[in-house]
């Protein structure tokens, strides 16, 4: 690296300075027969020198160049070359606020992060209100609030023509409460399935937004990706479907036979694969009774296994 090359100048400037340090003071002929040049590829190069407060020009025939003093001249060309840069360096930082804040040709970003437990709640209500056709979720874990909430808002959007499918994780229905709410639901329209261990909690809004953890496997309630359209939500409603496929069905409300209702509940948890300590938490009875009643249910079905007996219920219309 040639001396002058940190405050932008060239080669020929930086020699045709050092040989004024030498000679002075010099017409440009004299300083071009000391550079090794002609004096026209000379003159741009005293030109920018003085131009940059390095060169002063004494008279005009025959002009003469002259050095300014290197300790008054440098330092005020390093001063405002670092001027320049700091310059440049909140230039290039608007530049990158710019283009992190600008969004793809689509006009929103596919991906954003909901922050904070307020935040995801109104993320969930306004993706509600913004359905027109179908909303799908899978209603597992992470919970605000440690536990499944009820949907208030999903009455009235299925009132609206809005359609509901959930399917249930073990923890959505670990309650008597829990399972009046998801009934509430049914009964109003909402198509439920159950497959207990279910992790891959989702909320997709019309096939084209979804709302999903960060992370499945480091799970936080209050953080969440907003997923607009594009092959992620794609994605996503091919993972949903997959799971539908797999979950037992909820009782349908609309058979006017068969079982009560909280058999029904009982048969559609069993059919799901939960063990009967947790149906017995899930509906408020004992795991006694839970063994007591679906001994009655397989008695009265005809059958000998509780397969058999999900298989014969299935048939029926009791699931």
Not at 61 to 80: F, N
Request: net charge negative; with cysteine; glycine share 6%.
């Amino acid at each position: 690296m040639f001396l002058l090359e940190p405050v932008g100048l060239g080669r020929l400037e930086n020699d045709a300075y050092l040989a004024l340090l030498d000679l002075k003071r010099a017409t440009a002929e004299e300083l071009a027969g000391n550079v090794g040049c002609s004096p026209a590829e000379l003159r741009p190069a005293v030109r920018r020198l003085l131009d940059h407060g390095l060169v002063q020009q004494i008279g005009f025939t025959p002009a003469l160049y002259a050095l300014i003093a290197p300790e008054e001249a440098l330092p005020a060309l390093i001063s405002r070359r670092r001027g320049d840069l700091a310059q440049m360096q909140m230039r290039i930082e608007e530049l990158a606020d710019r283009l992190r804040a600008r969004p793809p040709r689509g006009g929103t970003p596919v991906v954003e992060l909901v922050e904070g437990e307020d935040a995801v709640l109104a993320a969930v209500s306004r993706l509600q209100l913004e359905a027109r056709e179908e909303i799908v979720a899978v209603d597992a874990p992470p919970y605000i609030g440690g536990q499944s909430n009820p949907n208030d808002l999903e009455l009235s959007r299925l009132a609206d023509g809005v359609a509901y499918r959930f399917v249930y994780a073990r923890e959505a229905l670990a309650s008597p409460e829990h399972i009046a709410a998801m009934r509430r639901c049914t009964e109003a329209g909402e198509q439920a399935r159950l497959l207990p261990d279910v992790t891959l909690k989702m909320l997709v809004v019309d096939r084209t937004t979804a709302l999903l953890p960060v992370s499945y496997t480091d799970q936080d309630p209050g953080v969440r990706l907003l997923v607009h359209e594009s092959a992620l939500v794609d994605v996503l409603v091919c993972c949903f479907e997959s799971l539908w496929a797999r979950a037992t069905p909820f009782d349908s409300p609309d058979a006017q036979c068969g079982p009560s209702a909280k058999d029904r509940d009982l048969l559609s948890l069993m059919a799901s694969g939960m063990k009967d300590r947790t149906i017995a938490r899930s509906l408020g009875v004992t795991e006694r009774t839970v063994g007591r009643r679906l001994t009655e249910l397989m008695a009265e079905l005809g059958v000998e296994t509780r397969f058999q007996a999900g298989v014969q219920a299935a048939r029926r219309g009791w699931l």
